[in-house]
C-alpha cells in the first residue's frame, strides 16, 4: 500500500463530511430564515427537501461525469460546485436564490456521494477496501454532528449565514485534497 493511500481515502472522504453538514445544518438555518424571509411550512419543506433532490439528480449525472473526465476531476467539479452553491446561499437576498443554493449543494452532494465510494474503492488494495469506503459513511455521520454544533454554536446570534458559512473550510480542504490526489 502507498503511504499516502489513507490521506487520499481521508481526502475523499471529505466529500462525505460536506453532506452530513449540509444535511444537519438545514435544522439551524431554518430557525431564523423562516422569520427573516416570512417562510410558511411549504417553503420551509421545499429548503429542507430540495437538497435530497438535487442529490438525486447528481447521483444520476455522475457515472457519465467519472467516466468522462474521472474519478479525481468529478470530485474536484463536486468540490467547487459546493463552494458555489455555499456562496449562493450564504449571500442569498432572498428565499429564491437560498432555495437555488441548496440544490446547486444537492447537486454536488449527489455527484460525491456516487463517486467518492467508487474513487475510495478502486485506489485501495482488497485488504482495506471495506475501511476505506466505509470511512465514507463515518465521515457523513460526523458532519452531520458537526454541523448541530456549528448550529448551537451560532444559535445565540441568530447568524445563519455563519452556520452555512462554516462549511466553505472542509469543502476547500476537499478540493486542495483531491487536487494533490492521484486518478486510480
Known amino acids: ?13 471529505t466529500g462525505g463530511l460536506l453532506m452530513g453538514f449540509h444535511i444537519g445544518v438545514v435544522s439551524g438555518v431554518l430557525l431564523f430564515v423562516r422569520r427573516q424571509f416570512g417562510l410558511g411550512e411549504v417553503e420551509q419543506g421545499a429548503l429542507v427537501s430540495v437538497l435530497p433532490l ?8 455522475a457515472g457519465r461525469l467519472a467516466d468522462g473526465f474521472g474519478r479525481r476531476a468529478t470530485l ?6 459546493y463552494a458555489t452553491g455555499t456562496l449562493l446561499a450564504v449571500v442569498a437576498p432572498s428565499f429564491g436564490l437560498l ?6 449543494i444537492g447537486l454536488a452532494a449527489g455527484v460525491a456521494s456516487s ?3 467508487v474513487y475510495l474503492s478502486e485506489m485501495a488494495e482488497p485488504a482495506i477496501r471495506g475501511r476505506l469506503v466505509g470511512l465514507n459513511q463515518l465521515m457523513l455521520t460526523v458532519g452531520i454532528l458537526a454541523a448541530f454544533l456549528v448550529d448551537l454554536a451560532f444559535a445565540a446570534s441568530g447568524a445563519w449565514r455563519a452556520m ?3 462549511s466553505l473550510l472542509p469543502t476547500a480542504a476537499f478540493v486542495f485534497g483531491m487536487w494533490r490526489a492521484p486518478e486510480p
Not at 76 to 81: K, R
Open 76 to 81: 474536484i467539479l463536486a468540490g467547487v460546485t
Open 164 to 166: 452555512l458559512a462554516v
Open 54 to 61: 438535487g442529490a438525486m439528480a447528481g447521483g444520476l449525472l
Open 99 to 104: 432555495l437555488a443554493g441548496r440544490a446547486v
Open 115 to 117: 463517486t467518492i465510494p
Open 1 to 13: 500500500m502507498h503511504k499516502r493511500v489513507p490521506i487520499w481515502a481521508l481526502s475523499a472522504a
